[in-house]
């Protein structure tokens, strides 16, 4: 019989996307300036985050696995200033009731040993082992939703697509993370390792850009860099912070060509606080901008909206991907003036 707990970890875990996004953000989370995804099968078989942040305390093995465990709340306060991607400890306890999950570890005092954590399904740590491992975390898993048989059944019939999303995810946190080398890699049947991309770990977001999509998309991109200023509405009136009323949009949009023009491709990649998200809404309005100056294009959009965490909410669903903007309505007039 399914229990609560899978019930529950199926909807933290929502897809392939939402396994690539709670590994790399703990990844990023743990300091990462290196990060390898490792697929086999398009993920179906095995989804593997390696890198190498400082690693997992000893004296956490027992616990990372549980329900509600995190390192990164230390307080209720602080909710409301996070800095961290992570903060609910409902990923790693999801997963494990989802796949079967283990992780290798070392932080730098142990090199070259390392340990293997196997768990439970209940997120109990099952047994460890020591291994031979460098600094960092691999977290690996295996047969997602194999105890969710109909949520299986639909991601292998869904695959192509489902494997094409969660690249573009991948994407979006490889171009967005300045500093942080990413290499995505593939095993398909008996083909080999094959590379996906790879960023360089370049200083730069452009740059990143241009390790993704190649220089041509880079020489089409013109630097979107624009100061949102509007009135509250009401929503965030109440927190009395006037900083809410300010958003800075910096990024990259390709450059206009109007009427027949060659053809940028069609990649758009929205980012709160650098945290990558669908911004729908927000998506709508670039496009009708470049739609009413006659554009032929579908324009290439990478943008981050960087503005005061009291201005949206991540907590709208448990898989966190919604954020809610409190002033969505007000910041698109002024962003669609700005354009
Ligand atoms: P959260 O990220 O919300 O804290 P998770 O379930 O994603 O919860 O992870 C639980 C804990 O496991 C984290 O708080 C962190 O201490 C540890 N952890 C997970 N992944 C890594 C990693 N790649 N490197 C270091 N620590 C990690
Ligand atoms: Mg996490």
């Given at each position: 019989?399914?229990?609560?707990?899978?019930i529950?970890?199926?909807?933290?875990i929502?897809?392939?996307c939402?396994v690539?996004?709670?590994?790399?953000?703990n990844?990023l989370?743990a300091?990462a300036?290196?990060?390898?995804?490792?697929?086999k099968?398009?993920?179906?078989?095995?989804?593997?985050?390696?890198?190498?942040?400082?690693?997992i305390p000893?004296?956490s093995?027992?616990?990372?696995?549980?329900k509600?465990?995190?390192?990164?709340l230390?307080?209720?306060?602080?909710?409301t200033?996070?800095?961290?991607?992570?903060f609910?400890?409902?990923a790693?306890s999801?997963?494990?009731?989802l796949?079967?999950?283990?992780?290798?570890?070392a932080q730098?005092?142990?090199?070259?040993?390392?340990?293997?954590?196997?768990f439970?399904?209940?997120?109990?740590?099952?047994?460890?082992?020591?291994?031979?491992?460098?600094?960092?975390?691999?977290?690996s898993?295996?047969?997602?939703?194999?105890?969710?048989p109909?949520?299986?059944?639909?991601?292998?019939?869904?695959?192509?697509?489902e494997?094409?999303?969660?690249?573009?995810l991948?994407?979006?946190?490889?171009?967005?993370?300045?500093?942080?080398r990413?290499s995505?890699?593939?095993?398909?049947?008996?083909?080999?390792?094959?590379?996906v991309?790879?960023?360089?770990?370049?200083?730069?977001?452009?740059?990143n850009?241009a390790n993704?999509?190649?220089?041509?998309?880079?020489?089409?991109?013109?630097?979107?860099?624009?100061?949102?200023e509007?009135?509250?509405?009401?929503?965030?009136?109440?927190?009395?912070?006037?900083?809410?009323n300010?958003?800075?949009?910096?990024?990259?949009?390709?450059?206009?060509?109007?009427?027949?023009?060659r053809?940028?491709?069609?990649?758009q990649?929205?980012f709160?606080n650098?945290?990558?998200?669908?911004?729908?809404?927000?998506a709508?309005?670039?496009?009708?901008?470049?739609?009413?100056?006659?554009?032929?294009?579908s324009?290439?959009?990478?943008?981050?909206?960087q503005?005061?965490t009291?201005?949206?909410?991540v907590?709208v669903?448990p898989?966190?991907?919604?954020i809610?903007?409190?002033?969505?309505?007000?910041?698109?007039?002024?962003?669609?003036?700005s354009?």
């Amino acid at each position: 019989a399914r229990s609560v707990h899978q019930i529950q970890s199926g909807q933290v875990i929502v897809d392939l996307c939402s396994v690539a996004k709670e590994l790399v953000e703990n990844s990023l989370d743990a300091g990462a300036t290196s990060i390898e995804v490792r697929f086999k099968n398009n993920g179906l078989d095995l989804i593997e985050v390696q890198d190498n942040g400082g690693g997992i305390p000893p004296d956490s093995y027992e616990s990372v696995a549980l329900k509600h465990y995190t390192s990164k709340l230390s307080s209720f306060t602080d909710l409301t200033s996070l800095q961290t991607f992570g903060f609910r400890g409902e990923a790693i306890s999801s997963l494990c009731a989802l796949a079967d999950f283990h992780i290798v570890t070392a932080q730098a005092d142990q090199v070259p040993r390392a340990n293997r954590l196997d768990f439970e399904s209940s997120g109990k740590l099952q047994k460890t082992q020591i291994v031979a491992g460098q600094k960092g975390t691999t977290a690996s898993v295996e047969g997602i939703f194999k105890r969710l048989p109909v949520r299986r059944r639909e991601l292998e019939k869904n695959i192509k697509r489902e494997y094409g999303k969660v690249l573009n995810l991948l994407h979006a946190y490889a171009c967005i993370s300045a500093g942080v080398r990413f290499s995505v890699r593939n095993t398909v049947g008996k083909t080999r390792n094959v590379v996906v991309f790879t960023t360089n770990g370049n200083p730069t977001t452009r740059e990143n850009i241009a390790n993704v999509y190649g220089a041509k998309t880079l020489s089409a991109l013109i630097p979107l860099d624009l100061e949102l200023e509007f009135e509250s509405t009401g929503a965030t009136r109440r927190t009395g912070s006037d900083r809410v009323n300010q958003i800075l949009v910096r990024g990259h949009i390709s450059r206009p060509v109007f009427g027949e023009g060659r053809q940028t491709p069609d990649r758009q990649m929205f980012f709160v606080n650098s945290r990558p998200c669908g911004l729908p809404q927000i998506a709508k309005a670039f496009n009708e901008v470049y739609k009413s100056f006659n554009v032929s294009q579908s324009p290439f959009i990478f943008a981050d909206f960087q503005m005061d965490t009291n201005a949206y909410d991540v907590n709208v669903s448990p898989d966190k991907r919604t954020i809610l903007l409190h002033e969505a309505g007000a910041m698109i007039e002024s962003l669609k003036t700005s354009l």
